[in-house]
């Protein structure tokens, strides 16, 4: 998991005071209430072959995120079909395109 920096650290500790107010109104909060609702629904079972580096990469992915890689995969495709998932810049090198790993043991030789 990411370290906390320390304007993180701030607006944590003025949470935990109760210094924070919330600016939202009764119903946005409503409507992010069901939004989250919709979203927790899991009613479908999907089953999906990946290539062992891919999956390996996943979960390396998520234990950095510190969520579990099935839950990482769920949001992913969330994300992608609700048009929310970026794309990469056009400026990326293809050497840094690499799968995590395969670019971990390519700068160990």
Do not use: C, W
């Not at 935990?16 to 009613?43: C, H, P, Y």
């Amino acid at each position: 998991m990411p370290k906390i920096d320390e304007y993180e650290l701030e607006v944590l500790s003025a949470f935990e005071k109760g210094q924070l107010k919330s600016v939202a109104t009764k119903a946005e909060l409503a409507k992010f209430k069901a939004a989250a609702r919709a979203t927790a629904i899991k009613d479908r079972r999907v089953n999906i072959r990946l290539s062992s580096g891919d999956l390996s990469d996943i979960q390396v992915k998520a234990l950095e995120e510190g969520m579990p890689y099935q839950t990482l995969i769920a949001s992913v495709l969330h994300k992608y079909v609700t048009g929310r998932l970026a794309e990469r810049p056009d400026h990326v090198t293809s050497a840094t395109r690499k799968p995590a790993a395969k670019r971990r043991a390519a700068s160990s030789r």
